[in-house]
């Protein structure tokens, strides 16, 4: 060290890992260089999201990680082995194990974006038989023998921008609902969206009554429903303080009275809510424990009804087989704290906060039902903001029961134009 510390400006010595915050200027370094270091950190995208701040605008971070699904690791664990080595690979100082797809996506969820990538390959003729064998399993034989084949990889990227720093990041909003919410006076402000929802918004309206707290607010917005639901509702705005209802005279569809809702709402925290969910205890908290980090965008639970990575069975014990009332038990003792990046939050329940909202708009409201959350997860990470699921938190979702009126042909003639708008064509 001090051999460095005579050729070099300014030498730190210590845990990278707990230096925080990091004792450096901000937007200082042109280059931020990973030379085999990330799998040896036991956080490593923790660490890269308090640097970011750190790299210049127009910086670059470089990264050098080798790769587990190197055909030598995929033969070893075939023997059923997985040995450990003073070097290489398997080096028994290793940490966290990647996939060159994993590095990517773990420098997006930190905040950077791969720019460029230089492989070192080591093939093997066991890449081909691998690559046989990954398409006798329905998979992509030719990304399976790209993948096998990288010993390690460079990865070249750059500094997503940051929301709060780049004025021009905000053109996006264009097109979209852009409202201010007036000043927070509750912790959090629950939305749930009616139409002819008299079958489930019983159990709904209860199961957040019996886990929000005193200080909580629940809005219900009906759009013009032919059934009980508006007696309903009123009813139930006359039993407890903690319920305001809006009803529309038409139905402005989903994003037009989620926005109402969320424009009449006090708190910090703002959650959507479909009318055929089910919540149950600490729900509220794990949500607000999410958006902790100001880099967070979103959080959402997981359910029974849901796509992607939201899905409960992909995080329940395998083998188990729990009811309905079990979940929310198991999920906690095998998951508590826990949570996981996602590219998408589904909108049937959405925790943000406030003054993600004020700066960045509400929902848009030229999206139906279905591309709405979609919009809003792809405007937040196109801001730079990340997206999570609170993996020990459950939310039942009856699955698009207000909305069992609507024939296919009319749901889907509805969701064409938003489809359309979203994706440019």
């Not at 080595?85 to 420098?107: I, K, Y």
Request: hydrophobic residues 40%; negative net charge.
């Amino acid at each position: 060290m001090p051999r460095l510390s005579g050729r070099l400006s300014h030498v730190l010595v210590g845990d990278v890992e707990q230096m925080d915050p990091l004792p450096l200027p901000e937007r200082h370094f042109d280059c931020v260089i990973f030379g085999d270091t990330l799998e040896h950190l036991k956080e490593p995208e923790a660490l890269l999201r308090r640097l970011r701040r750190h790299v210049k605008r127009d910086g670059r971070l470089i990264a050098n990680i080798p790769n587990v699904a190197h055909w030598s690791v995929i033969v070893e664990l075939l023997q059923g082995r997985f040995p450990y080595a003073e070097a290489g690979l398997l080096d028994r100082t290793h940490l966290r194990f990647f996939t060159p797809e994993g590095v990517e996506e773990m420098l997006w969820e930190a905040g950077f974006q791969v720019i460029e990538v230089d492989p070192f390959t080591m093939p093997h003729p066991a890449c081909e038989v691998l690559a046989k064998a990954a398409e006798a399993l329905g998979l992509n034989r030719q990304k399976a023998l790209q993948a096998t084949a990288i010993y390690q990889q460079l990865f070249v990227a750059r500094p997503l921008p940051d929301p709060k720093e780049d004025p021009e990041k905000r053109a996006i909003l264009v097109g979209s609902y852009v409202g201010k919410l007036g000043p927070a006076s509750k912790r959090c402000s629950i939305v749930v969206v009616t139409y002819n929802s008299a079958e489930t918004i019983d159990a709904c309206v209860r199961s957040c009554l019996e886990t929000m707290g005193r200080e909580d607010e629940l809005i219900l917005v009906d759009n013009a429903s032919a059934d009980e639901t508006v007696a309903r509702l009123k009813a139930m705005e006359k039993g407890d303080y903690r319920i305001k209802v809006i009803v529309n005279e038409s139905n402005l569809g989903y994003s037009a009275g989620t926005n109402a809702g969320l424009l009449a709402s006090k708190g910090e925290i703002l959650i959507t809510l479909n009318p055929d969910t089910v919540v149950y205890p600490g729900w509220v908290e794990a949500m607000a424990k999410r958006l902790i980090d100001p880099t967070v965008g979103a959080a959402g639970p997981v359910s029974d009804c849901v796509g992607g990575q939201q899905f409960v069975e992909f995080h329940l014990p395998k083998g188990s087989r729990p009811t309905l009332d079990q979940i929310p038990g198991l999920l906690q003792e095998h998951h508590a704290g826990k949570s996981m990046a996602t590219k998408l939050l589904f909108g049937f329940c959405l925790a943000l906060r406030r003054e993600t909202m004020n700066e960045h708009g509400l929902l848009d409201e030229a999206m139906y039902l279905g591309a709405d959350d979609l919009e809003l997860s792809w405007r937040l990470r196109e801001l730079g903001y990340s997206l999570l699921i609170a993996l020990d938190t459950f939310v039942h979702h009856g699955g698009g029961k207000s909305f069992a009126s609507i024939t296919a042909k009319a749901k889907a003639d509805h969701v064409a134009p938003s489809v359309a708008a979203l994706i440019g064509s």
